[in-house]
């Protein structure tokens, strides 16, 4: 059974930045896809990016350039970075994961992943 803990989340000022962390657990195999979603109060969760066992990354529009996903394989665990945060980047971010299918990169959908922490709470004011 995967287990995923979220940490990191914090408030900010506008401007601001945060480093979100997922460490990950209970996984053995070697092709698989992590992301980070968000889901703000009164709204659907939304992809933010996500990352693939081999390095290649997939982020929404709203945070290219200001966000980056990194992986350390040695500790099992994947970072957000996120820098220039905005009022609208508040919400509850979820770390997720699941196992990826060959020659497909990793998806921004949240029903396709199976397994989910339970979320790390960003806010940011303005």
């Known amino acids: 059974q995967v287990q995923l803990v979220e940490s990191g989340g914090d408030s900010v000022q506008s401007g601001g930045s945060l480093r979100l962390f997922c460490a990950a657990s209970g996984y053995t195999d070697s092709r698989y896809c992590m992301g980070w979603f968000r889901q703000a109060p009164g709204k659907e969760r939304e992809g933010v990016a996500s990352?693939?066992?081999?390095?290649?990354?997939n982020y929404a529009e709203s945070v290219k350039g200001r966000f980056t996903i990194s992986q350390d394989k040695s500790k099992n665990t994947v970072s957000l970075q996120m820098n220039n945060l905005k009022p609208d980047d508040t919400a509850m971010y979820y770390c997720?994961?699941?196992?990826?299918?060959?020659?497909?990169?990793?998806?921004?959908?949240?029903?396709?992943?199976?397994?989910w922490g339970q979320g790390t709470q960003v806010t940011v004011s303005s």
């Open positions: 997720a994961f699941r196992l990826r299918r060959v020659g497909s990169p990793c998806p921004l959908l949240n029903d396709v992943y199976p397994y």
């Open positions: 990352i693939a066992d081999y390095g290649g990354t």
